[in-house]
């Protein structure tokens, strides 16, 4: 099965590419020389639940709000 995976060359081009999970280097599309697998960077996200990270505690609060308030809307017409 074919991923999309990011290769860069070289020279310094990033380029996205279907490939097999298996294939960790490619002819590079730009310039035809070998470029490598990246590795992808993992993607956190902050829980706004405990109090802990006020940032997402206020932006998870502010979207529950809008929620609501869409919700009585709807309810109400």
Known sequence: M???YDFRCPTGTVTELFV???EF???C???GEEAGR???S???VLEPFSGDFVGATDKWAKHREI???KERKAEEG
Do not use: F
């Open 38 to 40: 990246l590795i992808p």
């Open 2 to 4: 074919a991923m999309l």
């Open 20 to 22: 097999k999970s298996d």
């Open 25 to 27: 280097s490619v002819s």
């Open 67 to 69: 929620t609501i308030a």
């Open 29 to 31: 599309p730009c310039c």
């Open 42 to 44: 993992p993607r956190s």
